[in-house]
């Protein structure tokens, strides 16, 4: 008998309920959590993969596939024009390329994108929570975290990051915090429209770097990728947007749902205030692995026949890889749905695993380690105050618009 399970179900798009992380198809899944099957929009069949010690194994296997393939697991029916602009775009996308050219670009960002070059942005980092937190004390309580640090930090991080002149950087934060925002406060006309003026604005601005080099993560990749000829202006300019986007939601909500989870659980606050630099490395995991319930499901497709702990994945069918569920999974965590910051959650799987781990993730890790020491150590009275306006959850996103807080 083989650990695997068929099933006629509907395919996972989005949570329902929170802070649990279970679709009512991940509630199918059996004890132990054998791979099993489901039915794409499309028709065509894929795994879910919902085991810690399964995805890790999965993600680092070669066999499997980012690039667009026919049967490749789409999560929601699509029109065929949106499914052709993908495949377009998939060549100049490193999150969309598989080895051997993956490899080649990815070493293309990657010098600057190490501990060594996120430590570089520390003093700066500090410098922009203060100003933000200095004018949040200012306005006096009750305060948004979201509107006065959690959206502005990190975009401002980005614009360091990237060297994008600070009269031009208004441009950036603007929209990208449209991009991220809820539908309680953007319609999809907004969000589509400020899409259109960062690409304008990363054309124009690829432009500008290719005729005068910068020494920043932006200037450095462009010119790198000049001498290899990898990407035509447009490529550069979708893979611009990635480099500076891609992380952009991710850290926002860790920085408002790790206040959130730390002042619900005032022991491990006061615990973590009794031992910031021994606990806070800690910590920071631990909202990682937490959370890691929201992001996105992970896709592949097999290029060849797979087989995984008796299970035969046909070349071609696709796997879903539900790492929120693979860092709640009790073989491998005790008492996973308990938020723990005494536990050890470094090998959590919010930044993925394999070739493909996030490229951003020291820099995320430094902003929300800083965001939160700033927060517990400035603001010994720290609460939540109560709002009308819930978390809400999309495509299996919970973008934070609000957090209310008070000191």
């Excluded at 450095?220 to 947007?241: C, P």
């Excluded at 991710?250 to 959130?260: D, E, K, S, T, Y």
């Excluded at 539900?322 to 965590?333: C, I, N, S, T």
């Amino acid at each position: 008998m083989t650990d695997a399970e068929t099933r006629m179900a509907t395919c996972p798009v989005a949570p329902h309920g929170w802070p649990n992380p279970l679709l009512p198809e991940y509630d199918q899944l059996p004890e132990g959590r054998p791979l099993t099957q489901v039915t794409m929009p499309s028709g065509s069949t894929a795994w879910l993969v919902a085991r810690h010690d399964q995805i890790q194994r999965l993600l680092a296997d070669d066999r499997f596939s980012v690039e667009p393939h026919p049967t490749f697991p789409i999560r929601f029916p699509a029109p065929q024009e949106l499914l052709d602009m993908i495949a377009r775009d998939a060549k100049n996308l490193l999150v969309t390329m598989d080895p051997p050219r993956h490899t080649r670009v990815r070493q293309m960002a990657l010098p600057d994108f190490t501990i060594k070059a996120a430590e570089k942005l520390r003093p700066k980092m500090q410098e922009l929570i203060d100003y933000y937190l200095d004018k949040m004390e200012a306005e006096g309580a009750p305060a948004d975290l979201v509107q006065a640090l959690a959206l502005p930090f990190p975009a401002q991080v980005i614009c360091e990051l990237a060297g994008i002149p600070e009269n031009d950087r208004e441009i950036f934060t603007r929209n990208a915090a449209i991009m991220v925002g809820t539908r309680h406060s953007y319609t999809m006309e907004q969000k589509l429209a400020a899409n259109e003026e960062l690409m304008k604005y990363f054309a124009a601005l690829v432009t500008e770097k290719q005729g005068s080099p910068t020494d920043d993560m932006l200037g450095n990749f462009i010119a790198r990728a000049g001498r290899t000829g990898e990407f035509d202006h447009h490529g550069l300019t979708l893979m611009t947007k990635m480099l500076l986007l891609a992380g952009y939601e991710f850290i926002v909500n860790r920085i408002a749902l790790g206040i959130q989870s730390l002042v619900e659980n005032p022991g491990q606050l006061a615990a973590l205030r009794a031992d910031i630099p021994g606990l806070m490395p800690k910590t920071v995991d631990e909202v990682l692995r937490y959370y890691s319930l929201v992001d996105e499901i992970i896709a592949r497709v097999a290029l060849e026949d797979v087989e995984i702990d008796g299970v035969t994945i046909r070349a071609g069918e696709g796997i879903l890889v539900l790492k929120g569920l693979g860092d709640r999974d009790p073989a491998k965590y005790t008492d996973p749905d308990v938020f723990d910051i005494h536990r050890d959650s470094r090998d959590h799987l919010a930044f993925g695993y394999g070739v493909h781990q996030c490229l951003g993730q020291h820099v995320a890790r430094l902003m929300l380690e800083m965001c939160l020491t700033s927060l517990v150590e400035r603001f010994p009275g720290l609460r939540l105050v109560e709002s009308d306006e819930p978390i809400e959850l999309v495509d299996g996103l919970p973008p934070v618009h609000k957090l209310t807080i008070g000191w």
